[in-house]
């Protein structure tokens, strides 16, 4: 397919494509994505931890 001229996406890619504006609701796709990618799971948790930090 891609030596025909097709963009192959991964399923990340079309969740982040579906959702289109993180700002409506980001816990819950940070939720599904970080249930099935762990370093993305990996870097919310250091974001909210840094973002706690900060606001103390």
Known sequence: MSAAGVQLMNWF???CEL??????DVEGLATLLG???PDYRNLMTSYAAM???SAA
């Open 35 to 37: 249930d099935h990618i």
């Open 13 to 15: 890619a079309v969740a």
């Open 19 to 24: 959702h289109r504006d993180w700002r409506r």
């Open 51 to 53: 973002r706690g930090k």
